[in-house]
């Protein structure tokens, strides 16, 4: 009886369907609602609190920092909350003129006092903001951060008047612009979150759908648990005219096969990304809609540097050396990443160091070398998450190493927030992870290694290498500044603190009717110029 | 098969009530044909791999390559998705393993949860039970009240919680000394990462059996011959394992059977939810929840387990009501 009673919603949903001429995903396309997967329910909306993929996804819609990502040309800024921008000769002072229209979406006028505000905001040590460092190229910005600076006045963001916005950096940073489309260099309505609570008070209601205020070409409207997060058109907005959707409205599915389900049903725009097993299918049954582009990552296996086992470092350089990278690639992950040599994701002029490579004899001299054998194996956990894929992921190492190697390894499967938990306290042996870039440099991926940074996460730190990071911020010369990169790249690769895996794509389904969708590595497509037609 | 004449001649050499209920049994074509099944998937699943094991290559390369019976975890990344051939008898899956010996590993675990976890739930729900029903009304209201409370806890979430306590303190467990004797060290290393998992199905899944022995217990305890063993001035721990267990057993393994397939069914969700059975390790459900991933792409690894699983709950489904009928066949009648 119940279960009949469950099916019958099931069983009938063909006939359903059948008598509606039009499929749902139509109908969504006429009213110009963009149906988005998104993965997971997002920790919050806060642009200073979140750091993950899943937040930025919404928040970009929400709100808008000084410039705005180029909808096709990756390394394009437009014109954002700052109408135009000018900076001095070697990039180190920058002045930013806002849009004299620009409105947060109650009405009231966006100004410098909103910007600075912000950065204040997540600068302060009380706040604690966990991406802070992302504000740390401000002149005296990691000072003020770190409490060594009382006065805020002292660090180098000034306002000229309510739309001059002035930038004092503590290095020459020519990419400066990609840096405020990252969602921690935007502004947030100082009336609405001091209506709220105090600057530096957590998780207040101003994010709340009845209380959000945004700047960006939405505005919140729906926020329910693990059902839909929509937002609809700011009409406040300052280039209202430009924004072709009336409402996005992003599903939080963490089951990639439900959502790719969901995207052969005809009930969503964009899927979040493809599970490896669902990639062949969907590339010959989806010709039109399957999308395998470059993304800006790098997937690793990172060690706990803290652990006695794991201090030689001839174990790990044989750990990194028995990995067949391309077969991973080819069947297991089967999104035609490619195999990664280093961490720094390829990129411009930049060339990886490349150090990882496989070589299975030379693997299995080291790990004998550093007294290791059939008797005396070497014992530990590799640490991963639940989501799909996982474990294959995982059991494919354990295989490899245990193939060639005298260890004996075993796999600990975690929730996503128990499996972050455990990584931040350097509770793991060894673990999976990857990183997505949030800029086009380098430094993205190196600036995180440094010591007491919170996503290092692997115990590891040179004073050597921080050096070489500083001097190549100071450097003028590109060239000498990528040189200088790839130095402290190569030393960091060569103490094998990760094994680095593959470099990311991002393969997913998009339906046709979506216009003006460009590939772009960052994968953080304006929503503003995005358009739907049948 | 016995004939009416055979029967005839059982009688006058006098019939104990086992054989009874055994003549019943084989009169059920379904319960007879559910045990020759249950029979055949537990020699499959613990004779052939041993079978196979004995003489196979030391190598596990050469293994996979030659000998018939493959080790389950051994991968082959070149192999991934093969369709059954004479070489993989059911194929190999995702990673390139050897489905067919993955399904009878997988058999091996998913049949002793169900068997380990049954006796110790037997075992305590019986005892808890018997001494709740042959007690005072107030001890045996005060018992049965814990089990109401204990009912009304979310069991899988207790299950989880307490294996997983549990395996916090196995895990000095798990790293045996040398000089333990070789069968128990191949057992501890075998099958270290499921004791939790017995324990904690065994040990919370007692209720129901609990509440079935007592009411056999209310039942008998009424009837002349207990009145007999209390006037006779027996005393009370005597009456009740003398006289009163033996006289429980029908029922209690009919309600046993039944209870196998339930936990199998248990460690399935556990090991869908990924608690349960370790990486690379397979349990049939392993097997089902990894295979759900390819009912799109590569059905075989669904179906295939899918089917042997649903063969076994069936077969102990139909064993367990024939032995219902046989054993106590006033309540077939109702």
């Known amino acids: 009886m119940r279960l009949a009673f469950i099916l019958s919603p099931v069983l009938l949903m063909p006939f359903l369907s059948s008598c509606d001429k039009e499929s749902p995903i139509d109908k969504y396309t006429e009213k110009k609602i963009l149906i988005v997967g998104n993965s997971n329910e997002p920790a919050g909306l806060d642009p200073q609190i979140v750091t993950g993929v899943i937040e930025s996804n919404i928040i970009t819609s929400l709100f808008e920092g000084l410039c705005v990502q180029h909808p096709s040309d990756s390394g394009g800024s437009m014109p954002g909350a700052a109408a135009r921008w000018d900076a001095n000769e070697d990039f180190t002072e920058w002045t930013f003129h806002l849009q004299k229209n620009g409105k947060w979406s109650d009405g009231m006028p966006v100004t410098t006092a909103d910007f600075l505000f912000a950065y204040e905001r997540i600068l302060s040590p009380d706040f604690a903001a966990k991406y802070s460092s992302m504000l740390y190229y401000i002149k005296n910005g990691e000072k003020f951060n770190k409490g060594e600076l009382k006065d805020f006045s ?141 993304y800006l990552g790098c997937d690793f296996i990172r060690f706990n540097m803290t652990l006695e086992k794991f201090k030689d470092v001839r174990v790990r350089k044989a750990l990194s050396l028995a990995i067949d990278r391309q077969l991973i690639i080819d069947k297991v992950t089967k999104g035609g990443e490619e195999p990664a040599q280093g961490i720094v994701s390829p990129m411009g002029e930049y060339k990886t160091a490349g150090i990882a490579k496989h070589n299975a004899e030379l693997a299995s001299q080291l790990i004998a070398e550093a007294g290791y054998s059939d008797g005396n194996k070497l014992k530990f956990t590799l640490l991963t998450t639940d989501r799909d894929g996982a474990k294959t992921y995982a059991e494919a190492f354990q295989d490899m190493w245990q193939k060639i ?116 590595p960052l994968r953080n497509q304006p929503y503003k110029f995005i358009d739907l037609k049948k | 098969m016995p004939t009416e004449k055979n029967a005839a001649k059982d009688v006058i050499k006098g019939q104990s009530l086992w054989s009874d209920a055994w003549l019943r049994l084989k009169k059920n074509h379904m319960a007879v044909i559910s045990m020759a099944v249950l029979a055949l998937i537990f020699l499959l699943c613990f004779i052939l791999p041993a079978i196979g094991n004995f003489n196979a290559p030391e190598d596990p390369a050469v293994r996979a390559a030659e000998h018939w019976f493959k080790n389950p975890n051994y991968q082959n990344l070149n192999n991934t998705f093969a369709p059954p051939s004479g070489h993989h008898w059911l194929g190999t899956d995702q990673s390139g393993r050897d489905l067919f010996s993955r399904l009878l590993y997988g058999g091996q675990i998913s049949l002793l949860v169900g068997l380990v976890a049954t006796t110790i739930s037997v075992i305590v729900g019986v005892a808890y039970g018997a001494i709740a029903g042959y007690s005072s009304e107030r001890t045996d209201s005060l018992m049965m009240r814990i089990v109401d409370i204990l009912y009304g806890l979310p069991f899988l979430v207790l299950v989880i919680l307490f294996s997983l306590l549990i395996s916090e303190h196995m895990k000095e467990l798990s790293e045996p000394p040398d000089d333990v004797w070789k069968w128990e060290s191949v057992f501890v290393n075998k ?56 006289n429980m057993i029908g029922p209690m393994i009919v309600y046993t059977t039944l209870t196998v397939p339930s936990f199998i069914l248990t460690e399935a969700t556990l090991s869908y939810l990924g608690v349960g059975v370790q990486s690379p390790n397979s349990s049939w459900g392993i097997l089902l929840q990894e295979g759900s991933r390819y009912m799109e792409t590569n059905a075989r690894l669904l179906i295939v387990p899918s089917i042997v699983f649903s063969l076994t709950l069936f077969a102990l489904n139909f064993l367990g009501d024939g032995l219902r009928d046989a054993l106590d066949p006033k309540a077939s009648k109702d």
Not at chain 1, 164 to 188: D, G
Not at chain 1, 435 to 459: A, E, S
Not at chain 1, 493 to 500: A, G, R, W
Request: with cysteine; glycine share 6%; aromatic share 12%.
């Open chain 1, 154 to 294: 002292e660090v180098g963001v000034k306002a000229i008047d309510d739309y001059t916005l002035k930038i004092f950096l503590r290095a020459p940073i020519p990419f400066l612009p990609h840096l405020t489309k990252h969602y921690t260099w935007y502004p947030v309505p100082k009336h609405t979150v001091l209506a709220h609570g105090t600057m530096t008070e957590r998780n207040t209601y101003w994010t709340a759908p009845e209380s959000m205020v945004s700047n960006g070409p939405f505005k919140l409207e729906t926020w329910k648990f693990n059902d839909r997060i929509e937002v609809i058109r700011n009409p406040h907005y300052w280039d209202a005219d430009t924004v072709k959707l009336n409402a996005i409205r992003y599903l939080p599915i963490g089951n990639k096969y439900t959502e790719a389900r969901m995207f052969f049903n005809d009930q969503m725009h964009v899927t979040e990304r493809l599970a490896p097993e669902m990639i062949g299918y969907c590339r010959d049954r989806y010709p039109r809609e399957f999308r395998q582009e470059v």
């Open chain 1, 405 to 520: 190697l005298p260890v004996e390894v075993s796999i600990e499967q975690r929730e996503w927030k128990s499996y972050q938990d455990m990584m931040s306290k350097l509770g793991y042996e060894m673990t999976t992870g990857g990183w997505i870039g949030d800029y086009p440099d380098p430094t993205t991926f190196l600036d995180m290694w440094k010591k007491g940074d919170g996503n290092n996460r692997t115990g590891w730190h040179s004073e050597e290498y921080e050096k070489l990071l500083g001097k190549a911020e100071l450097a003028t010369d590109p060239a000498e500044r990528i040189r200088l990169l790839r130095q402290a790249e190569t030393l960091f690769l060569n103490e094998h603190p990760i094994v680095p895996i593959y470099w990311h794509t991002s393969v997913y389904l998009l339906h046709d009717s979506v216009k003006n969708w460009h590939p772009l």
């Open chain 2, 191 to 246: 099958y270290a990462n499921l004791i939790p998992l017995f324990i904690a199905i065994g040990a919370l899944g007692w209720l129901t059996m609990a509440r079935v022995a007592r009411a056999q217990v209310m039942n008998i305890k009424k009837q002349d011959f207990i009145e007999a063993a209390v006037s006779l001035g027996l005393k009370k721990s005597t009456i009740l394992t003398r006289h009163i267990l033996p």
